[in-house]
């Protein structure tokens, strides 16, 4: 608990003080910069500077190669814990992420997303739905990589839940490849429940091949959404197993 407390209130007073220097770069590169791809950098390295002062996690990266630049595509990935989002800025990727629109109310963080040009999802309004196909459909066509977590919220036992069809639909109607990520570890550094921090955790990331949609095996989102997870559980599965 006490480290707990330490290391939340480290990250607290850090994210004051980074935000400052988040914006002074986003005010000097706006003009330029018209795809976000400094303050991406930015965002990644604040991220990886959370990371670091907690030194017990052990993490490994598994063929992040796989991850595109410069070509648009879906990526996937299960959802363990509030950590998930770190792991995956970890690798490096210029991602455009979709979250629900209660994270872009969360001062800060949330101020951060919306300069970042993330998509923004009210999971109580369908009549957001369209607009968040939108806003996807435009980052694909800006060559960019689109992150979603397809069962929506966080497991509560690290294990996969029921995934929802959004992210596949959206694939099919951009004709966009999907790129499947696992991660496994997450859901014991910080568990969906509580804000205890563990101490020395294994923590796996691994980018899957990526499913080119001429290879997809059905248009059907509900079909396709079954094949992805399929492939995400057989990947968690091989490696709970060698671990």
Not at 174 to 197: C, F, H, Q, W, Y
Request: hydrophobic share 50%; aromatic share 14%.
């Amino acid at each position: 608990m006490l480290i707990s407390v330490i290391v939340w209130l480290i990250m607290g007073i850090a994210l004051i003080l980074i935000f400052f220097i988040y914006i002074f770069i986003w005010f000097i590169s706006f003009p330029f910069d018209r795809n976000k791809y400094i303050v991406q950098k930015v965002t990644q390295l604040w991220v990886k500077f959370y990371i670091f002062i907690f030194p017990f996690w052990h993490i490994i990266v598994v063929d992040k190669h796989k991850i595109l630049k410069d070509r648009p595509c879906i990526a996937v990935s299960n959802h363990q814990s509030q950590l998930d989002i770190a792991m995956l800025f970890y690798l490096f990727g210029y991602f455009v992420w979709v979250s629900k629109i209660e994270n872009f109310r969360i001062p800060i963080v949330g101020w951060v997303m919306s300069l970042n040009r993330y998509i923004s999802l009210d999971r109580n309004d369908p009549k957001t739905f369209p607009k968040m196909f939108e806003g996807i459909s435009k980052a694909i066509k800006d060559n960019k990589t689109v992150m979603m977590f397809p069962e929506g919220t966080r497991s509560k036992d690290c294990e996969l839940g029921r995934f929802k069809e959004g992210a596949f639909k959206a694939a099919i109607e951009n004709k966009t490849s999907i790129l499947p990520i696992v991660l496994d570890g997450t859901g014991r550094a910080i568990p969906k429940e509580g804000m205890l921090i563990s101490g020395k955790t294994k923590i796996t990331i691994k980018v899957l091949d990526l499913i080119p949609y001429e290879n997809f095996p059905s248009y059907d989102p509900a079909i396709l959404k079954e094949h992805v997870k399929g492939i995400i559980a057989k990947e968690l599965d091989i490696i709970r197993k060698s671990a």
